[in-house]
């Protein structure tokens, strides 16, 4: 079982940058895959990154490519979102995901969720 932990969202001007943390409660090094997704009001859940166990893959969604990168650092039971450039668009609620096996945007094959940090930008 593991506790996902979001943190680093706020309120941001279009154009800046932001980073998103997310801290499991357990060592993230068994965890095969895990991920970003965001959730904007009225909008179903959109998966913007995943990546793997030791970082060799990882894909990042066409919305937010080349804007966005997605790390993890194992020792410190963490994974992160660095955003930047933020434009309107990108205001959503952003969630943490772990435990899917196989890599995927999919928010049905993650089996732990944090719950949420909210990220709003103005232009």
């Known amino acids: 079982q593991y506790h996902l932990v979001e943190s680093g969202g706020g309120s941001v001007q279009a154009g800046e940058s932001r980073r998103l943390s997310c801290t499991a409660s357990?060592?993230?090094?068994?965890?095969?895959?895990m991920g970003w997704f965001r959730q904007a009001p009225g909008k179903e859940r959109e998966g913007v990154a995943y990546?793997?166990?030791?970082?060799?893959?990882?894909a990042i969604a066409d919305s937010v490519k080349a804007r966005f990168t997605i790390s993890r650092d194992n020792a410190k039971n963490s994974l992160y979102l660095q955003m930047n450039n933020l434009k309107p668009e990108d205001t959503a609620m952003y969630y943490c995901?772990?435990?899917?096996?196989?890599?995927?945007?999919?928010?049905?094959?993650?089996?732990?969720w944090g719950q949420g940090t909210q990220v709003t930008v103005s232009s």
């Open positions: 995901a772990a435990g899917a096996i196989g890599g995927s945007l999919r928010a049905e094959m993650y089996r732990y």
């Open positions: 990546i793997s166990r030791n970082g060799g893959i990882m």
């Open positions: 357990a060592v993230t090094y068994n965890i095969p895959f």
